[in-house]
């Protein structure tokens, strides 16, 4: 079963930038394609961007242009660079695969922009 664990988060004035990181055990972490979900407080969760197994990079609409996601493979890690940081950035960051019905959710890491 893949298990997630992710950090990086905290407290950051509007305007900073911060790296999230996202480690991957519990399945052959290469072939799989890792994405970054948020959850802002009363919202759904909603889903940011994605790394495929060979660095394809997708994201949402709404996302492009402040977030990079990039992976280490030697370190079964995905990274989610998040810059300009705005107050509604505010919200839990979570990992899973595009398939996140099948896998556990890791504790997430919370980000709280201040404006």
């Known amino acids: 079963q893949v298990q997630f664990v992710e950090s990086g988060g905290g407290l950051v004035q509007a305007g900073g930038s911060l790296r999230l990181s996202c480690i991957v055990t519990?399945?052959?972490?290469?072939?799989?394609?890792i994405g970054w979900y948020r959850q802002a407080p009363g919202k759904k969760r909603d889903w940011v961007a994605a790394?495929?197994?060979?660095?394809?990079?997708f994201y949402a609409d709404s996302m492009r242009g402040r977030f990079t996601i990039s992976r280490d493979d030697a370190k079964n890690t995905v990274y989610l660079q998040i810059s300009s940081l705005k107050p509604e950035d505010t919200a839990v960051y979570y990992c899973?695969?595009?398939?996140?019905?099948?896998?556990?959710w890791g504790q997430g890491t919370q980000v709280t922009v201040s404006s």
């Open positions: 899973n695969t595009l398939r996140p019905d099948l896998q556990p």
């Open positions: 519990g399945s052959p972490f290469i072939s799989n394609t």
């Open positions: 790394i495929s197994s060979t660095g394809t990079t």
